[in-house]
């Protein structure tokens, strides 16, 4: 079982999240001009690394609000979380440009 | 090496069954092969099969980082099913199914394919319609199956539950006769063999570090040990594949997920056939052991390690608790995971790449046990001939750009 540090509540267990996907996947501007390859790679293309991944959560049964993390993919060790318009932690893992 | 038969069999016992021969070599990999397949689980090894068997190709390799059938194909729950909603789908897995038939004979080893059924339960009205409409498809499509009542499924099981009063009531379900469980280790063991026998080389401990290319074709894989050329190159690595195709420099519409099974104590027989339930991610068949094998949900969150949340055992025994209140007294023995490769459309993902040469087969999700053979088919076919089969044109990386998504995340859905 997770124990994940919700920015704003403090430490709760799993059970009150969801889990939110990939975090830092900007919607693109001009979508008017977009084509369909750059739509593809938006929408459904995941860099899905094994190691440190950014990731968002959902404190479904607490606050309610959205934040990151940063979690090991193959440990599960949560290293950070940071509220969703704050910057990630410096980063450490080779899997992140 | 020998043909298994019964005077084999003879023949051995008088030996005390101490000289039967591997069942497949362990060479030491070659500089250069016609063709490499990466990844020795079921769908790996049914590649190499079909393409000695059906493409005449002999001087292949099969790499596995690990030992065979040592992933997913020695995690799942066995079941076997091909009642799938869309026709792109519907063809593909009872191409499979038709393959299961024949396999034991085929491959000259017992993969112990039991047609024992599978019941798709429904909990609502909603769940009912679709069920409806899935097998209206599937018979139009040529693939058995029909719904029947709960009081029917009651004659069936006699230890289900269908109170209409409990939180999730069993109205109704789906069957497909055809359906069952084979074991899946032997038919990891069994393709092995086979293509070991047609002159397929099957290198384990072997782990792919790069991806090698030349002006966008692929010329040969760097290993753990060492160097191998090679220009055909397919990649069926299931929950790893955005980490080989990171290697060869693009993008996979993949997430890896946890997914998590347990079995209990062996127990005397109490259910000759599969219920499966995707409302309340609970799926049961007894194996010929007597173990009742349960299969779970995914973890919600993306994940490489092989083992899965506490939270999601406890969900899943509740909803077997619920079907099957008998069950309440069984002990658990074992539960493990798997890291299954989940696409936004519960489809796979079988065709060319953006590195010509180089041939991905990936994406089966929650579900790719019972598509073994088929996939392996197409896939050789594939490979052999640098383009699709006419049953796995549909699964090409390009839908994700085309928009030509197979959306089955009805029949799909955690419930394989």
Redesign the interface.
């Known amino acids: 079982m997770l124990l994940i540090k919700c920015p704003w509540c403090g430490e709760r267990d799993e059970s009150e999240f969801s889990y939110a996907g990939e975090a830092h996947i900007a919607r693109p501007l001009e979508t008017e001009k977009l084509s369909d390859e750059a739509w593809a790679d938006y929408l459904f293309m995941r860099k899905n690394p094994k190691g440190a991944h950014r990731e968002q959560w959902l404190h479904a049964a607490g606050c309610r609000r959205y934040f990151n993390a940063e979690r090991d993919t193959v440990s599960y060790r949560i290293s950070a979380t940071y509220k969703i318009d704050e910057k990630p932690p410096r980063d450490q893992s080779r899997n992140q440009s | 090496m020998s043909r298994y038969s019964i005077f084999s069999l003879v023949r051995n016992a008088l030996s005390y069954h101490e000289n039967w021969s591997a069942a497949w070599r362990s060479p030491e990999p070659k500089a250069q092969y016609d063709a490499l397949i990466i990844g020795g689980g079921g769908h790996g090894l049914a590649t190499a099969y079909y393409l000695a068997k059906e493409h005449g190709m002999k001087n292949i390799a099969v790499l596995e980082k690990g030992w065979i059938g040592g992933g997913n194909t020695g995690r799942n729950t066995t079941i076997v099913r091909s009642n799938y909603l869309w026709d792109e789908s519907a063809h593909l897995y009872e191409k499979s199914m038709k393959l299961w038939e024949g396999l034991s004979q085929d491959l000259n080893y017992n993969v112990m394919f039991s047609q024992r059924g599978v019941y798709n339960l429904g909990h609502n009205l909603q769940d009912m319609r679709d069920i409806q409409r899935r097998v209206n498809a599937n018979r139009l499509n040529g693939i058995d199956g029909h719904v029947v009542s709960a009081q029917e499924i009651k004659q069936a099981i006699p230890e289900i539950n269908i109170d209409q009063g409990c939180r999730y009531p069993i109205i109704g379900a789906s069957f497909q006769p055809r359906g069952g469980v084979a074991r899946h280790d032997a038919v990891a063991w069994g393709f092995a063999r086979g293509a070991d026998r047609a002159g397929v080389d099957i290198i384990q401990n072997c782990e792919v570090t790069a991806i090698r290319q030349e002006n966008g074709v692929v010329t040969g894989v760097e290993t753990t040990r060492g160097a191998i050329k090679a220009n055909k190159i397919g990649v069926v690595v299931a929950g790893?594949c955005?980490?080989l195709a990171?290697m060869a420099g693009f993008?996979?519409?993949?997430?890896?997920h946890p997914l998590q099974a347990l079995v209990s104590e062996p127990i005397k027989p109490v259910i000759n056939t599969v219920i499966m339930s995707n409302a309340v991610h609970g799926y049961i068949s007894q194996s010929d052991k007597g173990d009742l094998v349960i299969g779970a949900g995914i973890d919600?969150?993306?994940?490489?390690?092989q083992r899965g949340?506490?939270?999601g055992i406890e969900h899943t025994v509740a909803a077997i608790c619920e079907m099957f209140p008998m069950f309440k007294r069984v002990r658990m023995n074992r539960q493990w995971g798997g890291i299954v490769d989940t696409t936004?459309d519960a489809c796979p993902i079988i065709g060319n790449t953006p590195v010509k040469g180089l041939y991905f087969n990936c994406g089966w999700g929650t579900g790719g046990f019972k598509a073994t053979p088929g996939s392996g088919w197409v896939f050789a076919h594939n490979v052999a001939n640098g383009e699709p089969h006419e049953l796995n044109r549909a699964f090409a990386l390009d839908r994700?750009?085309?928009?030509f998504l197979i959306d089955e995340h009805g029949a799909a859905g955690v419930a394989h």
């Open positions: 790893h955005s980490v990171e993008r996979m519409p993949i997430e890896s919600s969150y993306t994940g490489y390690g949340s506490y939270s936004p994700f750009v085309t928009g």
